[in-house]
């Protein structure tokens, strides 16, 4: 089974600066990915960022970067130039790919205020 | 990148009675639908899995005959909560995926599904 922690319930950060929200998991599987995803308050889900256990390079889309230290099992996000509209859950997410269908399991997610 | 429609976004209905959720895939073809929950302030919890033509894939604690999941077609999957009471207030999203399972692929989600029950 997989297990995804986020130990972070809520974080502030200053409009322009640079955040790190953290994510750790588990999984006994040697092939997975992992995911960010942003909820804000109006419900929908949007895709980040993603990260497969066998990439050599950190992910990075834009201002969010994935920071995978694989022997830690951490893929924390940095959010870089945080804008207001940044402010929101992250989650973050994984999902073995030992079979074709398994789902997104999530974290509990971290609760981003950029303030001005 | 794909798009997921849920309808109705939201809902309130009386107690004891159904509501249907559809969750469609607009511009690609989904085998796999999953079904999600999400009390407020919390994680999302996957209720389902979806394949298109057979019988869903509850996970553990959530009751087949009070959630009901119909995946028809490779487009439209729907989640019929039945008999419904306060407790089952929450925000259901549902999620699709384009392709059968292969690394790296994206998880697409609706918009999510409000249903508040007096």
């Known amino acids: 089974a997989q297990k995804i922690t986020q130990t972070q319930p809520g974080m502030f950060v200053q409009e322009k600066e640079a955040v790190t929200l953290d994510c750790t998991y588990d999984t006994s599987d040697p092939s997975y990915g992992l995911f960010w995803y942003k909820q804000p308050s109006s419900g929908e889900m949007i895709f980040l960022i993603y990260q497969g256990s066998y990439d050599q390079q950190n992910a990075t889309e834009g201002r969010y970067s994935l920071n995978f230290q694989k022997a830690r099992k951490s893929a924390n996000l940095v959010i870089s130039a945080s804008q207001l509209g940044d402010s929101a859950m992250y989650f973050c997410a994984m999902r073995a790919f030992y079979s074709g269908n398994t789902p997104l399991v999530f974290g509990k997610g971290t609760r981003l205020s950029v303030i001005a | 990148g794909a798009v997921v429609s849920q309808h109705p976004s939201r809902v309130i209905c009386k107690s004891g009675t159904s509501v249907k959720i559809e969750c469609r895939s607009l511009d690609f073809q989904a085998t796999t639908m999953f079904w999600y929950r999400q009390f407020p302030k919390q994680s999302l919890m996957l209720m389902a899995t979806?394949?298109?033509?057979?019988?869903?894939?509850?996970e553990q604690g959530v009751e087949k005959d009070k959630f009901l999941i119909n995946h028809a077609s490779l487009t439209l999957s729907t989640l019929t909560v039945t008999s419904a009471h306060p407790e089952d207030s929450s925000f259901y999203i549902c999620?699709?995926?384009?392709?059968?399972?292969?690394?790296?692929?994206?998880?697409?989600f609706g918009p999510g599904t409000r249903l508040t029950v007096l």
């Open positions: 999620s699709a995926r384009d392709k059968p399972g292969g690394a790296g692929d994206t998880q697409y």
């Open positions: 979806s394949n298109e033509g057979s019988k869903a894939t509850y």
